[in-house]
């Protein structure tokens, strides 16, 4: 089943470990997770107050009618 899940960054999380940095994905985009791969960089153009969602290809579509159901 597919799944439309809303995503409110556009950037990574930086985790510092001692000497060690890792970022994990906060856009939900990344092919690599829960590790960012840059995937965010596509989102730089978004609009705000405005919803996408990313095809596997990479396209972008706006969401026009988010709903919640409950």
Known sequence: MARL????FNGPLDIKIGTKSIRICMCGLSANQPYCDNSH??????EDNK???YEKEGERI?????????
């Open 62 to 70: 706006e969401v026009k009618n988010w709903e919640v159901m409950i």
């Open 41 to 46: 960089k596509k989102t730089v153009d978004e």
């Open 51 to 53: 919803i996408y969602a």
């Open 5 to 8: 899940v809303k995503k409110e």
